[in-house]
Structures are given as C-alpha cells and as structure tokens.
C-alpha cells in the first residue's frame, strides 16, 4: 500500500473470503479485525447470505456497523433491525424465477427474514443451512412469495449453467435487477440497488468516509463492484484469475490466512 494511502474501513465479503473453505471463522482473522479496531479503522461485512446468516460473526469481531445482507438487499444493525430494504421488484422476480426453472436450476427465494424451498433434499440446502445457521421454510409454491423478495437464487452444480444464466440474466435485466454469481454454483438475482458496489456507497454515506479511504476484500464476480467504488481492493487467492486482475492486490487462499495476511500486508502495514 502506498505510504500517503489512508485506510478508514474495511468491507469484506464472508464466504470465499473471511472464512475458510469450511466456513470457520479463524483466530488469525479475529485478531486481525481487531487489530483494525485497535488501529481506529472500522470493518463491516457484506455477503449474498441472509442477515442472519451473519449472526455468528457479531460478538467474535465486535460488529457496530451495518451489515449488507444478501448483498445489499437488506442493511441490518447488529441486534439485526432493519435500516434499509432494496426489495427485488415483483415483476423481476416473476421474471427472474422463470428464467431459472426454464434454464434446469434450482430456485431458492428469501423475503423478509425466511428463506423459502421446495425441496429440502437438493443439492447445496443441507451445505447452506449448517452455514447460516437456520433452516428453509418449506413450500409448494415459490411464487407465492414473489412480491418483494431480498433475493431469488439459481442454484446448480453446473458452473458453466450459472455462468451463462448470469449472462442471460444480465442481458435480460439490464439496469431492472443485479445478477452475479456469489459462489460458482449460485447465481443471486436482487435489486439494482443491492449490489456490493451499493454496499460500499452506502457504508461511506453512514461513516461519512470518502470512498478512496475504503478497502474491500473479496473472491468472487460480485465483489468486483465493491473493488471499482474502492481505494483498494484486495482478491483472495482462491479468487478466479478474471477477478484476480480487477483488484490493487492479491493475497493467499482462504484456507491459508488469506484474509488475515492481507489485513497486515495491504491495510495495517
């Protein structure tokens, strides 16, 4: 980092990112957020996840800031009250589900505080609800539920599928709706306005922290929008090599103290 640079907030993405492959939240990443606090240099997380999917980081990390759930579809305080909602609109989400059914992927919808399923036994549930730490409403029919969702999610072991939905999905769209992959296999659909580019805007409206003072940290194509609204923007090392080139820098894997290692390097110095 450069000498004259001035870091006052860290965003970080969660999965891919501040935990490791199996979702574990590291002593070293611990102490390196409180390393930041220590420095007067305030962290916030923002992730595809729910809200409360996030819970489990609060007390660890000591988290007063704002938390942008399902990527900035729901900013949430600590004790989890709302502060903002970016809604998706009910005619996205009609579009955008169908778009996924006809394409063979899996639809997941969140609204509100739920997360809502039809079928508890495909694939990634199980995976997801042990990482969020609460389990999926299920239901016979998602449409039901597709007024104001926070998030509809494509989900398949196809990457390639999800690749190419999110390319559809985007063209289908344009500025109506956001579509990124958040990990090879899901593909999230939210507002325009839930984006970690937004995510980052709306943090250093808050703080009142200008955004060449940010630094962001992530691994995947959606966290690429947060590096562009950044002073510096960090790519993990397990990050594809497309999202490696668009960060300042690049650190080591998630599962070899990537985080950590680009908090002392890249940020405290």
Same mark, same amino acid.
């Given at each position: 980092?450069?000498?004259?640079?001035?870091?006052?907030l860290v965003?970080?993405?969660?999965?891919?990112?501040?935990?490791?492959?199996q979702k574990?939240?590291?002593?070293?990443?611990?102490?390196?957020?409180?390393?930041?606090?220590?420095?007067?240099i305030?962290?916030?997380?923002?992730?595809?996840?729910?809200p409360?999917?996030m819970?489990?980081?609060?007390?660890?990390l000591?988290?007063?800031?704002?938390?942008?759930g399902?990527?900035?579809?729901?900013?949430?305080?600590?004790?989890?009250s709302?502060?903002?909602?970016?809604?998706?609109?009910?005619?996205?989400?009609r579009?955008?589900?169908?778009?996924?059914?006809?394409?063979?992927?899996?639809?997941?919808?969140y609204?509100?505080?739920?997360?809502?399923?039809?079928r508890?036994?495909?694939?990634? !549930?199980?995976?997801?609800?042990?990482? !969020?730490?609460?389990?999926?409403?299920?239901?016979?029919?998602?449409?039901?539920?597709?007024?104001?969702?926070?998030?509809?999610?494509?989900?398949?072991d196809?990457?390639?599928?999800?690749?190419?939905?999110?390319?559809?999905?985007?063209?289908?769209?344009?500025?109506?709706?956001?579509?990124?992959?958040?990990?090879?296999?899901?593909?999230?659909i939210?507002?325009?306005?839930?984006?970690k580019?937004?995510v980052?805007?709306?943090?250093?409206?808050?703080?009142?922290?200008?955004?060449?003072?940010?630094?962001t940290?992530?691994?995947?194509?959606?966290?690429?929008?947060m590096?562009?609204?950044?002073?510096v923007?960090?790519?993990?090392?397990?990050?594809?090599?497309?999202?490696?080139?668009?960060?300042?820098?690049?650190?080591?894997?998630?599962?070899?103290?990537?985080?950590?290692?680009?908090?002392?390097?890249?940020?405290?110095?």
């Amino acid at each position: 980092m450069p000498q004259d640079s001035k870091i006052s907030l860290v965003v970080a993405d969660v999965d891919g990112t501040l935990v490791t492959e199996q979702k574990v939240l590291t002593d070293e990443a611990q102490a390196a957020v409180h390393a930041l606090h220590d420095r007067g240099i305030r962290f916030a997380v923002t992730s595809g996840r729910p809200p409360r999917g996030m819970a489990m980081l609060i007390d660890p990390l000591k988290l007063d800031s704002p938390i942008g759930g399902f990527n900035g579809g729901i900013y949430v305080q600590p004790d989890m009250s709302i502060l903002k909602a970016n809604p998706l609109p009910a005619d996205v989400a009609r579009q955008a589900f169908d778009l996924l059914l006809e394409r063979g992927l899996d639809v997941w919808v969140y609204a509100g505080t739920d997360w809502f399923i039809t079928r508890p036994d495909a694939p990634h !549930v199980a995976r997801e609800a042990w990482t !969020v730490k609460f389990d999926a409403t299920v239901v016979k029919d998602l449409r039901q539920h597709l007024d104001a969702p926070a998030k509809i999610v494509g989900v398949s072991d196809d990457h390639d599928l999800v690749r190419r939905s999110a390319a559809e999905a985007r063209q289908a769209f344009g500025e109506r709706a956001s579509a990124a992959p958040s990990q090879p296999y899901y593909l999230d659909i939210t507002s325009r306005n839930a984006n970690k580019g937004a995510v980052v805007e709306f943090l250093a409206q808050h703080f009142k922290v200008p955004l060449p003072e940010i630094a962001t940290i992530g691994d995947q194509a959606n966290d690429v929008l947060m590096f562009k609204k950044s002073g510096v923007s960090i790519a993990m090392g397990n990050a594809p090599d497309d999202v490696k080139s668009q960060a300042t820098f690049v650190t080591d894997s998630y599962n070899d103290e990537g985080f950590a290692k680009a908090m002392r390097r890249f940020v405290l110095g």
